[in-house]
């Protein structure tokens, strides 16, 4: 069974940093991209950024030269390192991962940036 698990998440003050980290568990065979997405209350979920299995990434404008995505295959993991901290950053991030069996998501965690 096919697990994802983030960690990392929390409550920052604005300009800070948060690095959110998700593991995957389970028959994860060939692995393509990885992204993480987030959600508040109200809106739809957005792609904040993603990582190709080839290492080239994308993210949204509101969080380019701030956010860093990354991977480590080894250990079935993605990372998300989140610099300059803005309240409008506030929502729930999910880490998603596309592979050769679907589409996995993880049950998300709390992000929460004070001005």
């Known amino acids: 069974q096919v697990q994802l698990v983030e960690s990392g998440g929390g409550l920052v003050q604005a300009g800070g940093s948060l690095r959110l980290s998700c593991a995957a568990s389970g028959n994860m065979y060939r692995i393509n991209d990885m992204g993480w997405y987030r959600q508040d209350p109200g809106s739809q979920r957005e792609l904040v950024a993603v990582i190709s299995s080839s290492s080239s990434t994308n993210y949204a404008d509101s969080v380019k030269g701030r956010f860093t995505i990354s991977r480590d295959n080894a250990k079935k993991s993605v990372y998300l390192q989140m610099n300059s901290l803005k309240p409008e950053d506030t929502a729930v991030y999910y880490c998603?991962?596309?592979?050769?069996?679907?589409?996995?998501w993880g049950q998300g965690t709390q992000v929460t940036v004070s001005s």
């Open positions: 998603k991962m596309s592979t050769f069996y679907g589409n996995f």
